[in-house]
């Protein structure tokens, strides 16, 4: 299943409409499948997530297992998509519940917020 996310955050992680942006505030938008298929060597991933255009903001994706971050992506600019991913370290068959975090980063660099959605790690025989 896709998710679509097209969100404008503020600091405080509060949801706002297009038009009510204020200083410290940015969009999101998002396309990613919220369920990520390994291969059956572990570590080799098929995800395919897009940073929209709409978003204006660089996003550094990772995915998280408890405290054990398993992939970070390198910067992904607005109408940039990545499609397979390389774990950092291999997992055994079977089904696995995970976040993917989006770090947003604003044109000079700069960190302005994350967005953590749940996925599944679906790992094959």
Same mark, same amino acid.
């Given at each position: 299943?896709?998710?679509? &996310?097209? &969100? ?9 409409? +297009? ?18 298929? !390994? ?9 395919? /997530? *897009?940073?929209?255009? #709409? ?5 550094? &994706?990772? !995915? #998280?297992?408890? +405290?054990?971050? #398993? /992939?970070?992506?390198?910067? !992904? ?9 390389? #774990?950092? +370290? ?6 696995? *519940? ?13 960190? &302005? ?13």
């Amino acid at each position: 299943d896709d998710v679509d &996310l097209a &969100l404008a955050c503020g600091a405080d992680g509060a949801h706002v409409g +297009q038009s009510d942006l204020a200083a410290g505030e940015a969009h999101s938008a998002t396309t990613a499948t919220s369920v990520i298929e !390994i291969a059956a060597d572990g570590v080799t991933g098929t995800w395919n /997530y *897009e940073n929209r255009d #709409l978003s204006g903001n660089a996003v550094v &994706l990772s !995915i #998280l297992m408890g +405290q054990t971050e #398993l /992939y970070r992506s390198e910067s !992904i600019a607005p109408g940039e998509r990545i499609e397979e991913i390389r #774990l950092s +370290q291999p997992l055994s068959a079977g089904a696995y *519940e995970a976040v993917a975090v989006t770090a947003i980063y604003d044109a000079d660099g700069n960190y &302005l917020f994350a967005n953590r959605i749940p996925v599944t790690l679906d790992v094959a025989k």
